[in-house]
């Protein structure tokens, strides 16, 4: 059964970076769309970065553009999501997401990814 496992959050002062690691298990990572969302304290879930089945398509927030690279390790089973130059207003939940549906594609909304892990939460601040 497909299961996905976030890691790597943890507190981090402004300017610095964190890489988070989504691990899929039970489907190979080739066959699965991955998505990384966040939710803040007092707001809605938001997407922040995705990418396809092949790994030639990905997607980013506004907001995280320049500054958040996602990629993609198949021998690992592993999305990962590089952090860069972090702010206080990134501070959240980082969930990630896996969907077999989507094909050459991946999207930043909530539909269609059906797997979600656990979370991982993310801090930034002085």
């Known amino acids: 059964q497909l299961q996905v496992v976030e890691s790597g959050g943890g507190l981090v002062q402004p300017g610095g970076s964190l890489r988070l690691s989504c691990a899929a298990s039970?489907?190979?990572?080739?066959?699965?769309?991955i998505g990384w969302f966040r939710q803040a304290p007092g707001k809605e879930r938001e997407g922040v970065s995705c990418?396809?089945?092949?790994?030639?398509?990905?997607d980013y927030a506004d907001s995280v553009k320049e500054r958040f690279t996602i990629s993609r390790d198949s021998a690992k089973n592993t999305v990962y999501l590089q952090m860069n130059s972090l702010k206080p207003e990134d501070t959240a939940v980082y969930y990630c997401?896996?969907?077999?549906?989507?094909?050459?594609?991946?999207?930043?909304?909530?539909?269609?990814?059906?797997?979600w892990g656990q979370g991982t939460q993310v801090t930034v601040s002085s």
């Open positions: 997401a896996a969907t077999k549906s989507l094909v050459g594609l991946c999207v930043l909304t909530d539909k269609p990814y059906d797997r």
């Open positions: 039970g489907f190979p990572l080739d066959y699965l769309a």
């Open positions: 990418v396809s089945r092949s790994g030639g398509a990905t």
